[in-house]
């Protein structure tokens, strides 16, 4: 699987979860790109949440992302951040998830990341605790930015990018 491949599949776990509305991939985001984000879109949701994952699908990307804390910028203005990454990523064929975890905290992510494991499927192997308060108009305005980037992707004639409506919301 290529980068945004693995960045969709992100993109998809976060809207199959209840706080997510709408998620978009490779968006420009605290002075970077971040590879997923998932935002609530009703207001008085109490579980409201702007989240950005990182997808790392080797080990030296990762290795290279946390030994420069590259993954520390994401935390401004973000709820929730995860680390979404393929097993071979993370080690998982040669050691246990609790293993994987500790040497994550080590190498210094922190713990209050969630933590993402990309296979046949998208599952969570340690949840994302909350970092900040979700700030309206910052949803507001990443709204707009995603919005923004899926109708230019549409009208480009790339489909494939951008946002990913929820399919229980009519438009």
């Known amino acids: 699987m290529t980068h945004r491949d693995l960045c969709v599949e992100v993109g998809r776990w976060f809207i199959s979860q209840p706080w997510c509305q709408l998620t978009g991939w490779e968006i420009s985001y605290n002075y970077g790109y971040a590879d997923v984000v998932g935002i609530t879109l009703r207001d008085k949701d109490p ?41 071979e990523a993370l080690r998982l064929d040669k050691v246990t998830e609790a293993a994987c975890l500790e040497e994550l905290t080590k190498l210094g992510l922190p713990k209050s990341w969630g933590v993402l494991v990309i296979d046949q499927e998208v599952r969570s192997i340690r949840s994302a605790r909350q970092i900040n308060k979700v700030n309206l108009l910052r949803t507001r305005a990443l709204t707009k930015r995603l919005a923004r980037s899926h109708m230019y992707r549409m009208l480009n004639g790339n489909s494939t990018g951008g946002s990913v409506p929820d399919p229980e919301e009519e438009c």
Do not use: F
């Open 47 to 87: 579980h409201k949440r702007i989240a950005v994952a990182e997808v790392k699908r080797t080990r030296a990307d990762l290795l290279q992302d946390l030994n420069k804390g590259k993954l520390l910028k994401y935390e401004k203005g973000t709820s929730h951040c995860y680390l979404a990454a393929t097993p």
